[in-house]
């Protein structure tokens, strides 16, 4: 890695708002083992599963086996509450004035709110923020939305750099006032996958051998606007096609997507696989994967998916449009719109042609776009440059 010699002896401190498995969970794995191997002295600060009180997940166990030090901010959690935003900041600045970090990098908006102010008053020297897509984007009251632009433009300005992961974020990024010179954009770059082959996938997975399967790795929370995705579903079965959707992840939504699965008779069609450990090995069980969120970053699920050679039906949203050319190296819809992902699901299912298409065209982009090596490279750089 380039820029090894400029970490040795740093000490960083990640922090993140929630340990369950994701995306941004991912980021901050890749960022700390890149940090341990380069000889900077490394500590993760993160929440548990997003709900008040929540316990560790698999973030936290993930960074212990590779050795990394984790510190638990029981006060974090995902929605907001005034009292507990009180407590996880005075919790966090006691953390950072205890490990007097180098540099400070959150990877959350919650963190990143909490922990650019925290590292102002404790005088951290470089403050970096990574945005995962804008805060503000979020399915929410227009109040509530308004509450959070203010945070997010104020995280913005209490950071010394600001990372941001598509075009389009680091366009409407840039345009915020005394914000341009702080953005840097950096696309997610993909680690090397020991994909299964389909056949083990499948058999381990518990699917058919021969059927046809739509799948995705998502968490179950608004943002992922599953629930477009089990409404396709229910077309798709009127419209008599054969086929399973296979969901890994969990959530709070879980309860809310099986009530739908139920309201709509899907049971035998639709499965919730909950939390599986290394979900992108098993990528080549699926002959489409889609992505239908309303919110991302840079989903790097969308990266692993693309080289496991899968076809892909994906929101037209910034972030899967830095992967994704409609038509070209996949099929983009609107999000929340269940008719137009139907349709191009049963397109994809209809059209193997296609499918062999756009996922060859997929994987190709990737491996000339996405390097893991280059995103730390230029993330590291920003920890020492001005």
Not at 297 to 305: D, H, I, Q, T
Not at 367 to 375: E, I, L, V
Request: net charge positive.
């Amino acid at each position: 890695m380039k820029n090894a010699a400029s970490i040795k002896g740093m000490k960083v401190l990640l922090v993140i708002t929630k340990s369950n498995w994701g995306g941004a969970q991912a980021y901050v794995k890749a960022l700390a083992t890149a940090l341990a191997r380069g000889d900077a002295e490394v500590a993760v600060a993160l929440g548990g599963d997003g709900a008040a009180d929540g316990a560790p997940g698999a973030l936290a166990e993930a960074l212990a086996k590779d050795g990394i030090r984790t510190i638990f901010i029981k006060s974090f959690m995902r929605d907001i509450s005034l009292f507990r935003e009180v407590k996880a900041f005075f919790e966090l600045l006691r953390v950072i004035v205890r490990e007097r970090p180098h540099v400070l990098h959150m990877s959350s908006s919650k963190a990143g709110g909490i922990g650019a102010l925290a590292g102002r008053l404790a005088r951290v020297p470089r403050i970096v923020f990574t945005s995962h897509g804008l805060a503000y984007d979020e399915s929410r009251a227009r109040f509530a939305r308004a509450l959070i632009a203010l945070a997010t433009w104020a995280t913005f300005l209490l950071s010394h750099r600001v990372i941001v992961l598509s075009v389009d974020t680091e366009r409407r990024a840039r345009s915020l006032p005394f914000c341009r010179s702080k953005i840097t954009l950096i696309y997610n770059g993909l680690a090397p996958v020991s994909y299964r082959a389909r056949a083990s996938a499948r058999a381990a997975l518990l699917l058919p051998e021969n059927g046809f399967c739509i799948g995705t790795i998502a968490e179950l929370t608004g943002n992922k606007a599953l629930s477009s995705l089990i409404e396709a579903a229910a077309l798709l079965k009127k419209r008599r096609c054969s086929f399973t959707l296979f969901i890994i992840g969990e959530g709070e939504e879980r309860e809310k997507l099986e009530a739908l699965i139920r309201a709509r008779h899907l049971e035998n069609i639709v499965r919730l696989a909950g939390f599986v450990p290394e979900a992108a090995t098993y990528l080549k069980a699926f002959d489409i994967f889609t992505l239908v969120s309303v919110k991302e970053g840079l989903p790097s699920v969308l990266l692993e998916a693309g080289t496991a050679g899968c076809a892909v039906v994906g929101s037209a949203i910034s972030g899967i449009t830095d992967i994704i050319q409609n038509e070209v190296s996949g099929l983009l819809v609107a999000p929340m719109q269940s008719v137009a992902i139907a349709d191009a699901l049963e397109r994809l299912m209809q059209n193997k042609q296609l499918q062999t298409t756009l996922g060859t065209k997929l994987k190709e982009n990737i491996s000339h776009t996405f390097s893991q090596g280059a995103m730390l490279s230029a993330t590291f750089s920003c920890y020492t440059k001005k």
